[in-house]
């Protein structure tokens, strides 16, 4: 399966799942967009598993050399863990882990549960907006001694943030890694305009893209 038929499944699954959502919406950054993407309506588990999935198969599709994943918390947590599993699933058993928000003195201590932090690590979250997870992700890989391998995001918005660039592109050019999204906002134009039901809405995203969009 290549790099368009498993982004057009994805969207379709955010669609069923109503993730994706047209209409008018207004961002954090205060602008009207003419669709959302909510993550966190992934929320039983014949849906995650096929989010992890989807996941997996954009870290095979990147080819990006990796040996472990890390999950930023809160929302990083699941992902990773549940794209390991699905990494296991299809032959590629990787060790993955998180960190806690707040330190425990107690137990095993620190703020990190799972595998250790080592080796070439890529960072699994939802969505990159400002940055600031990924950067606080970074300075605990490198507290480790481990390195940044890559970030793989669900969709990548292709908009630009306080700058010309996207966050996307400024982690990416920040840190020297790819930045890896199972779909992007060419994906989701291409999606709209392949689907009746959907196609009133391309006009609007594509205005959108022209005003706020980034190449």
């Known amino acids: 399966m290549n790099t368009v038929d498993f982004s057009r499944d994805f969207l379709a699954l955010a669609e069923r799942k109503g993730v994706l959502r047209f209409g008018e919406f207004k961002t954090k950054a205060g602008r009207l967009s003419p669709y959302f993407f909510n993550t966190a309506l992934f929320d039983d ?5 096929q989010l992890c999935h989807f996941y997996a198969q954009a870290i095979r599709a990147s080819g990006i050399a990796f ?4 999950g930023p918390a809160y929302k990083g947590i699941p992902l990773a863990a549940g794209t390991a599993m699905q990494l296991a699933a299809g032959g590629r058993n990787a060790p993955f882990c998180f960190n806690r ?10 703020i990190i549960v799972g ?6 690590v890529i960072v699994i ?18 507290a480790s001694g481990a ?4 970030v793989l995001i669900a969709i990548d918005r292709m908009e630009r943030g306080t700058g010309e660039k996207s966050a996307a ?17 060419d994906d989701l ?3 709209i305009s392949g689907d009746a039901r959907l196609a009133e809405f391309l006009p609007a995203v594509q205005a959108y893209r022209k005003t706020y969009g980034v190449s």
Not at 125 to 142: F, H, K, L, M
Not at 147 to 150: H, K, P, Q, S
């Open 189 to 191: 134009m291409s999606f």
């Open 45 to 49: 588990g014949e849906s995650f598993g």
């Open 147 to 150: 390195e940044l391998a890559g």
């Open 169 to 185: 592109q400024e982690v990416r050019d920040a840190f020297g890694v790819p930045v890896i999204a199972v779909a992007n906002l």
């Open 125 to 142: 979250d939802d969505v990159i907006s400002a940055g600031t997870s990924v950067r606080e992700s970074v300075e605990i890989i490198r």
């Open 115 to 120: 595998a250790p932090l080592k080796g070439r």
């Open 67 to 70: 040996d472990m994943l890390f």
């Open 101 to 110: 928000k707040e330190a425990k003195d107690h137990g095993e201590g620190g």
